[in-house]
């Protein structure tokens, strides 16, 4: 990680890293024993219901930990092999205690102890305790989802059947076609990550919904203060150009449900269009900042799309507790929902969309250790033509989440993932916490002002997922 800004600290009042591990981690440690508990209480089997119990009871002890501000102990071994490199990081770092120790090591630790609690066990081993969590928002999105459905439908089957875009005649006009349905996908892959789930200790499902809705995406565009999908446009059409026969995209995942919902729409979209030719798809081992994605969680979205009538035409649990009643889809919703589901099985059954999880993306540190620590992996993203990194917490750690000036260029906040490191790099990130990088002279403090936070040491206004930056690097020298 980097040694020349200082990292973000939860013994710093005016970061949200403060907030984090006072307020936030609690909610969640919270949340997650509610869960094992209903899981529990439904379990047919004694083992399961005995070892449920002593999950319950292990995170209970963490959270008295983190809320008495002890000190973070070794993580107990339970047969993987990152629990040494967590562990020896740990005693490097001093044993340092909760409420003072870096924001972005502590926070991924956080998830890794909860992770080998479960790994502890026997029935219990791959239990994923934010799963109900994740598929109940992502029926929450109904709405978005359908009407994305329905132009995913028509613009794919364009591709498909004309090699064109409605309304496009000559070359130029359907480059430029693709141009901007290349950039609207991007940017609906951008919002869609505003609403992940360790946020929504503060937000309502009904500011989801707005959050998602078309009307929000063209009104929040002056809310993107860097965006370089222009360049990331050109690199993927100069590829195609060369007539490369293999042009891969990968894209390192975020958050499971609605925003790998649109994911996958890009993913679908780029090899419908010829921008690529394969999608690699990064998703995390272990349950991860609440909401990210586990291969498990794709296989639960192709299976809803799957039967799109029985996931969202039948009441379940949460919808009972929240009074909603289950409203059958229509003919073509039902319908636009299964060509989904054939289209993405089939690229995946095909080759062209891939999941290629890894350990590092659950590692304690930032990606200026990717070279080092873990090679094979880097050389394979070197392989790609463009790496796109979703959301706010991969961007922490392509900056080394450090209290950078918001004017450092992002090449070299990103560090050996940035001049010459052979990676083009491409973040989608809605800012959700303190570092922010690329930034024009003066627009730090022109927000701050917006914000009603003018001269203040705080950065507030991009703690709330409401501004967004999308950064690229070429990797060259
Ligand atoms: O800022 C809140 C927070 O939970 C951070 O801890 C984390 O970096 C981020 O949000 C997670 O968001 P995302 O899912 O976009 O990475
Ligand atoms: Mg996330």
């Known amino acids: 990680d980097t040694f020349t800004a200082t990292q973000y600290n939860t013994n710093d009042p005016t970061s949200f890293a403060h907030t984090s591990a006072r307020e936030r981690w609690p909610i969640i440690i919270t949340q997650g024993i509610d869960d094992v508990h209903r899981s529990t209480h439904s379990a047919q089997d004694e083992a399961t219901q005995t070892e449920g119990k002593w999950i319950v009871s292990e995170l209970a002890k963490l959270k008295y930990e983190l809320q008495h501000d002890r000190e973070l102990t070794p993580i107990m071994d339970d047969g993987e092999a990152d629990v040494d490199a967590y562990n020896k990081e740990l005693a490097a770092r001093g044993t340092p205690r909760w409420h003072s120790v870096p924001w972005l090591y502590s926070e991924c630790y956080l998830y890794r102890r909860i992770s080998s609690i479960f790994k502890q066990t026997k029935q219990w081993r791959s239990y994923d305790l934010f799963a109900r969590q994740k598929m109940a928002t992502f029926k929450s999105s109904r709405p978005a989802v359908l009407e994305l459905a329905a132009r995913y439908r028509q613009i794919v089957t364009e ?8 309304g496009a005649e000559t070359d130029e006009q359907l480059e430029e076609a693709e141009k901007v349905l290349f950039t609207e996908i991007c940017e609906i892959c951008l919002w869609g990550n505003a609403t992940d789930l360790s946020l929504l200790t503060n937000l309502s499902y009904e500011d989801i919904q707005k959050l998602q809705g078309s009307e929000a995406r063209k009104a929040s565009e002056k809310n993107i203060l860097v965006n370089d999908l222009g360049k990331a446009f050109r690199i993927l059409r100069a590829a195609q150009k060369t007539g490369k026969k293999e042009r891969r995209v990968d894209i390192v995942l975020d958050n499971a449900g609605f925003e790998l919902f649109v994911d996958l729409i890009l993913a679908g979209y780029l090899v419908a269009s010829g921008l690529a030719t394969t999608v690699v798809l990064h998703p995390k081992s272990i349950p991860w900042f609440v909401s990210d994605v586990l291969p498990a969680d794709f296989v639960s979205l192709l ?4 039967a799109p009538q029985r996931f969202y035409g039948t009441q379940s649990e949460e919808d ?15 319908s636009n929902l299964q060509f989904l589901f054939q289209n993405w099985s089939q690229m995946h059954a095909e ?20 070279p080092k620590t873990e090679p094979e992996l880097y050389q394979d993203l070197k392989e790609s033509e463009l790496v796109i990194f979703k959301g706010d917490l991969n961007y922490r750690k392509l900056t080394a989440d ?8 992002f090449v070299e906040a990103i560090g050996p993932m940035g001049p010459a490191s052979g990676v083009r790099v491409l973040a989608l990130r809605t800012c959700k916490a303190d570092v922010v990088v690329g930034l024009p002279e003066g627009e730090d403090e022109r927000i701050k002002k917006l914000s009603g936070d003018e001269g203040s040491d705080t950065r507030k206004w991009a703690w ?14």
């Open 159 to 166: 591709l498909a059947s004309k090699h064109t875009i409605k």
């Open 303 to 306: 299976s809803a799309l799957a």
């Open 320 to 334: 009972k507790n929240a009074g909603k009643e289950a409203v059958p889809l229509s003919e073509p919703e039902d």
């Open 351 to 370: 080759g062209q969309l891939m999941l290629r999880p890894n350990d590092f993306w659950t590692a304690g540190g930032s990606y200026w250790r990717l």
């Open 402 to 409: 450090a209290a950078w000036s918001p004017i450092t260029p």
């Open 464 to 477: 709330s997922g409401k501004w967004a930056v999308v950064q690229f690097s070429d990797g060259k020298t």
